[in-house]
């Protein structure tokens, strides 16, 4: 007689680290409405350095003060991501919270790609044919290190505060490699300090431009925000189909991202790409 496997509990897992939740503030929002259409929030943004006058306040031919129009907007749309499983057996109450536990598992990383690339329907993302591509690096491409203090330098002329580096997560050994990254607390940070997305992403450049075989799109941002729905579960009678007794075991969660001030791209360099 063969003997019948022994159940056992999974392995335990580690969460995701160093991605996209450790460098946003992440809302999880009481109000669920706003996942109806999206959001929208006023930054505070500065363009450094700030204009000066040498002349005095009483010289009637000193030049007019040049003040932006009006107070900037930022809007960000909602993500809708599924996770679950169909099952065959009713008597698995727990179908559902693996559902759940799913999501958990895929937000993150489902995120990071739409949110790169827009494939996710969402109307601002980082690869849009418009975000401006810094020291003409679209054609020549600059070293890492160069490119990292290039985004570092625009995240401060447009913010003034601190935002947020991305790179697509297979570059990560270059950062350290090259001392471009230390962790301060949940983050990894650049040089300057400004959290590091290390993003599950096919890493394209604006306009879904592919970067080279030895090559990496990078990106800066202002301040990033995520805000998400609750989980939306049915109830276990709702999720099973009568019809051939099988359970549909969804886990729903909606999600808007978006950033202040400062967006913009570079090309970098790399010296090989790993076997």
Partial sequence: MTQPLVYVDAPATTPYRFGLFSAAAVVDPADQREFQAGVEWEPQCVDAPAPTSAAAASDPNRAAMALPDGVPSVKAGVIRLYAGLTGRSVARP?????????????????????????????????????????????????????????????????????????????????????????????????????????????????????????????????????????????????????KDNEVFAVAERFYTVGWSCAVAAVKVKLPGVPA
């Fill in 94 to 242: 727990d179908l559902l919270e693996r559902a759940r536990r799913a999501m958990g598992a895929v937000e993150q990383q489902s995120l990071e790609q739409y949110v790169w690339t827009g494939e996710g329907g969402n109307d601002v993302f980082l690869a849009e044919a418009d975000t401006p591509v810094l020291a003409g690096s679209g054609a020549a491409p600059v070293p890492l290190e160069k490119g990292v203090g290039l985004l570092e330098e625009h995240i401060g002329d447009k913010s003034g505060v601190l935002g947020a580096v991305w790179a697509p997560r297979w570059t990560s050994g270059w950062f350290q490699g090259k001392g471009l990254t230390r962790i301060e607390g949940p983050r990894q940070v650049a040089p300057l300090g400004n959290p590091l997305v290390f993003a599950q992403t096919t890493g394209v450049g604006p306009g879904g431009a592919a970067p080279g075989a030895d090559e990496a799109w990078l990106y800066a941002t202002g301040p990033v925000m995520v805000r998400r729905s609750a989980v939306f579960l049915p109830k276990l009678p709702e999720a099973l189909d009568r």
